[in-house]
């Protein structure tokens, strides 16, 4: 069985997220639960390259950078409602 990923930008994940109706984030990262809209604000004021890159996929819950999602420490976020 073949398997496609739709990656998008974090910030197009988040949207995505917000739409079927999340409203909070957290992340493990820096153990910080986040309000998305805001979140989403904070993106747009920061100039990280690798948040602007295309490679996040949402699974449920879940929204993964796919360049590491196998990785000892994968960047993911946890989404709730």
Not at 4 to 26: C, I, K
Not at 59 to 78: H, M, N, Q, S
Request: proline fraction near 2%; charged fraction near 25%.
């Amino acid at each position: 069985m073949k398997t496609t990923l739709n990656t998008r930008t974090l910030e197009a994940a988040l949207r995505d997220a917000q739409s079927h109706g999340y409203r909070t984030l957290f992340d493990p990262m820096t153990t910080l639960h986040s309000d998305i809209g805001e979140f989403i604000t904070q993106l747009s004021n920061q100039d990280a390259p690798f948040l602007k890159a295309d490679a996040y996929v949402r699974f449920g819950d879940l929204i993964v950078a796919v360049r590491d999602a196998w990785g000892d420490c994968g960047e993911y976020y946890e989404l709730s409602f």
